[in-house]
Every structure is written in structure tokens, then in C-alpha cells.
Nanobody, 125 residues
């Protein structure tokens, strides 16, 4: 079964760091574009960052300079590190994989076909 399984969410104090992981099952990430998204209560889903197969990466302005997105050498998992967390980073975070066709497509997530189940990140002030 093709799926993404996330882990690593939790409660963190403002200014702290968190690393989210996303393991691929039933496929590898070699030929996938990958992305991280988040959705806060009452808000639209927001693209956090994504990496396309050609190595082009995009990051939302709201987290620029505070995140690192990567995939492991075996291409079986990816991670998102967020530093200097702020209360406004509180959301459910999702990883996604698939094929995208533009920067906008990558950051909106419209073309991603495989999604993780989501993991809650709560930042206390």
C-alpha cells in the first residue's frame, strides 16, 4: 500500500525547534516532488516548502530562514526542521509526494497525490 506516515509533532515553547519526519511506504521518493503543508484551525491549507525533482525548492515567506526540508539518502523518508518556532506556526502539518508542474502547483499542493495523515504542532507563547 502506497502511503506516507508522519511523526514528530508535539507541544513546543516559542523559540524552540521541532523536526517532523515522513516515511514513505510502498514506494520511494526518488522520482517524486515532495512538500510540506500546514493547516491552522479556521484557515486554509498553506504550503510551507517543497522540493521538485529537478532540485528546485520553494519556501513560503512565513517560514523562510527558519526551516530545512530534506530527504534521506535512501529516498525512503523526508523531514522538516522548523527553528525559532512562533505561536502562529501552530497547525496540523502534512507531508505530500507526487508530481507537480510549477512553483505555484508545488506550493498549493493541488497536484500532490499521496498525503500523510497529519501531525499536530502546537507552539506555546
Amino acid at each position: 500500500q502506497v502511503q506516507l506516515v508522519e511523526s514528530g509533532g508535539g507541544l513546543v515553547q516559542s523559540g524552540g525547534s521541532l523536526r517532523l519526519s515522513c516515511a514513505a511506504a510502498g514506494f520511494t521518493l526518488d522520482y517524486s516532488d515532495i512538500g510540506w503543508f500546514r493547516q491552522a484551525p479556521g484557515k486554509e491549507r498553506e504550503g510551507v516548502s517543497c522540493i521538485r525533482r529537478l532540485g528546485l525548492d520553494y519556501t513560503a515567506d512565513s517560514v523562510k530562514g527558519r526551516i530545512t526540508i530534506s530527504r534521506n539518502n535512501a529516498k525512503t523518508s523526508m523531514s522538516l526542521q522548523i527553528d525559532n518556532l512562533k505561536p502562529e506556526d501552530t497547525a496540523v502539518y502534512y507531508c505530500a509526494a507526487g508530481r507537480t508542474y510549477s512553483q505555484r502547483d508545488c506550493l498549493t499542493g493541488e497536484s500532490f497525490t499521496i498525503w500523510g495523515q497529519g501531525t499536530q504542532v502546537t507552539v506555546s507563547s
